[in-house]
């Protein structure tokens, strides 16, 4: 069902679904940007038409609505271990065709990597529905379609920014019935970007001899493992374990899960003082191959979706794309050299 809306109906579509939902989607928060007097965008409450961003990429992807950046896993006092409880309010979470991808890929790491889900991601993931934002065409240094993921689907609703109106495509309720309400019915067809100025070709199979390639010796040199790559990624999903003693009563406390990342310094780290990776290059040598190569021999499909943050992000202009290329590139040298 298609439905076109004028911004006040689409306003008081958002108004009633308010009342129900918990909204995010890209939102622009004034002076909060990186460098003096930038903006930053990225995942926030919407409360009204307004605030969602159609212009901009977000920095931040949108998974931390439904994988927090700090999360609780239990509590403990004496010998009691108890559970926190969930109280979750029903959410929408407005994003893009690659993020909607991105979302598929942590499924796959959360629920179906292991005999038993994660029952913390499943318990808050149930919870989300999603509404695809139109791209007509991508940011600069997006490459979603090399990926694949220029097109998506997963998502209740549709929903595209025209000249001074939306069109929105309903596919579930209540996106039919407010369409109804709100709109006049329109033919709607979804819109995909269909090329990007950055072309990323991802090599069929990886020669286990480019691991000591020259190529991650330069990453060494250039990474400082500030980790905003990893951490800014819509398919990263690495963290760690704290337990939380509370001062007030050692005798209680709280187990943690943490967002942390494997390109910063101690991620590795064992017991006896054994490092894994210590070296920066070879941390980007292990998360460049997981990206295009270990996921999708596991599961079939590419880990990165081409969103392009983590290069938007990079302090030293490391860029992904061209390490991709690169070895692609030696790749198909040495297939003509076989």
């Known amino acids: ?122 318990r808050r993931r149930q ?33 595209r920014l025209e000249n001074d109106h939306y069109l929105l495509q309903a596919l579930a309720e209540p996106w039919i019935a407010l369409g109804e309400r709100y709109g006049q019915p329109a033919r709607v067809e979804p819109v995909w970007v269909e090329k990007n100025p950055l072309t990323v070709r991802v090599p069929e199979r990886v020669d286990i001899a480019l691991f000591q390639h020259e190529l991650w010796r330069e990453y060494a040199c250039r990474c400082i493992a500030c980790g905003r790559c990893t951490l800014s990624c819509p398919t990263c999903s690495c963290f760690s374990v704290q337990d939380v003693i509370y001062r007030d009563n050692p005798e209680r406390g709280e187990r943690r899960r943490v967002w942390a990342s494997c390109q910063i310094d101690g991620f590795t780290d064992m017991a006896g003082g054994h490092q894994v990776r210590a070296d920066r290059g070879d941390r980007i040598r292990f998360k460049v191959l997981h990206k295009i190569y270990d996921f999708r021999r596991r599961f079939g499909i590419n880990m990165c979706v081409g969103c392009g943050r983590c290069e938007e992000v990079c302090p030293e202009y490391i860029s992904f794309a061209r390490c991709v290329n690169t070895l692609n590139q030696l790749m198909e040298v040495q297939g003509r050299d076989a």
Request: proline share 6%; glycine share 10%.
């Open 1 to 122: 069902m298609g439905y076109k809306l004028t911004p006040a109906g689409f306003g008081a579509l958002l108004d009633e679904l308010a009342t129900n939902y918990q909204i995010f989607g890209p939102v622009r928060y004034a002076g909060k940007g990186r460098l003096a007097g930038t903006d930053l965008t990225t995942y926030g409450p919407v409360r009204s038409v307004s605030d969602l961003v159609w212009d901009a990429r977000t920095t931040f992807a949108p998974k931390e609505v439904f994988f927090p950046v700090k999360e609780s896993l239990l509590y403990f006092s004496g010998q009691e271990i108890t559970e926190p409880s969930l109280e979750m309010k029903e959410t929408l979470v407005f994003l893009r065709a690659c993020d909607l991808n991105a979302v598929s890929r942590l499924d796959k790491i959360f629920l179906a990597n292991g005999p038993e889900p994660d029952s913390y991601y499943a």
């Open 127 to 159: 919870h989300i529905h999603f509404v695809l934002m139109e791209c007509q065409e991508g940011f600069p240094g997006c490459f979603c379609v090399s990926m694949g993921t220029n097109m998506a689907t997963g998502h209740q609703a549709a929903l």
